[in-house]
């Protein structure tokens, strides 16, 4: 019988208690990067994505983008790009199931190639992560749509131009459209369109490219271009990872820095900050300094679409509530089936009462360290937090969730100042 060894199950030890200081650099935003490095399928001339973060998303990323016949280089947080001919129109399955924003490689390739084959995204443990959307804007565009073993097979023969609305407000969903659409010449309008930071970076880019896009309200108007550039682009700052080393300067009583930032595009996460009784100063375009304090108000939080709060950032204020002076009360307006922390915080003595889409935190002194196991990304990172305020030692488990969006971030946290070990747990099988 050969070993093999599978990849590691690593985990974390966070020991409790220690009050963060100091500065930290924030990475460039994953949900950027990820449509960014896609829309380099549009063209055929050389591509250069700066600030990328080296995250397991991104790793998959690069995968894929050479599987379809690009010359990826990555190195030193840049991403070199070039797709003289396209060799693959096929997302395979295994990678769509490893990293749902495969779906992205759909609006370029129909526009580059006419022809796209993706594994059929599976819901995740958040939510049943539906592409609807994506496939009527395909659809109004002229393309033929069947599924079948499992995979969403597509083909257009010209790309007409396309009028439509969003029943829902979809940042993929918009991001695919605006790529589908971006080499059609003549006039589009999509209406109700999601605006996240992210999704502007990503028309920058195809601003750059030579798309020609108007953006009003949440109606943008693109008119393309059948012979679309290469471009070399910075990819903006990662809101959430700030916002996660934010919360945690601040539920730890800290005095932290982070620098790299975009603070306007973090204003719902800071007001609820100053809200929950932190000091934020706003240290010139790209600083910002969160300073904590012994008290901690409860917070009444309902997530939405941005400009609004954050969903991404749910998970971790709900660990700022667990120890809040009163009771507070979240909502999660995005995802079905986002609080698959509070299961794990329970054990940690959290006291959270779940009723359909709201949780109800009655905040204590403080919680209680526990081996505790990630279900998803940004509940990963909540635990973390938890960690970093109960008493002893808190076990985190199946950080590879973690590390699909957040680069080393015990690395981050330990310059603060907090006690955290990555244990590596090679584990082999006969
Ligand atoms: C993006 O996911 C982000 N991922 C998510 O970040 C983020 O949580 C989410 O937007 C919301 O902000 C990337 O950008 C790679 P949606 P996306 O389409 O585009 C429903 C993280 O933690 N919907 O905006 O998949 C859908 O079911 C990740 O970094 C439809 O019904 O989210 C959901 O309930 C997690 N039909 C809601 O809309 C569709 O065709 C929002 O989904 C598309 C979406």
Redesign the pocket.
Known sequence: MTNTTLSGSDFLLVEGGKRLKGAVKISGS??AS??IMMATLLTKEPCVVRNVPTLL?VKNAVELLELIGANVKFEDHNVFVEVKRLQNYVAPDYLVRRM??SI?VAGPLLARLGKAVVGMPGGCS???????????VFEKGGAFITVRNGYIHMEVEKIKPVEHTF???????T?NALMFLSRCEKRSILRNT?L?P?VIDLIEVLRKMGVDIEVEGRTMVIRGNPELRGFDHTVIPDR?EAGTLAVAGFITGGDVVLEGVCPEHMGSQLEKLKEAGAVIEILGLDKIRVIGNSKINPLEISTS??PGF???MQAQFTVLCCIADGVSQITEN???NRFQHVNELQRMGAKINLKGRTAIVFGQDRLSGAEVFST???ASASLVLAGLVAEGTTVVREIHHLDR?YERLEDKLNTLGARIERITNARSTG
Not at 126 to 136: E, F, N, P, T, V
Not at 167 to 173: H, K, L
Request: charged share 35%; no cysteine.
């Open positions: 994953k949900n990820l449509p998303d749902r924003a992205l958040i939510g049943a992560r539906l592409i609807d959307q994506h496939l009527k029943e829902v407000i979809t940042v993929t969903g991001e999601a996240e992210e959430i679409e941005y954050p969903t991404d995005i995802f079905e998803d990304l940004r969006g």
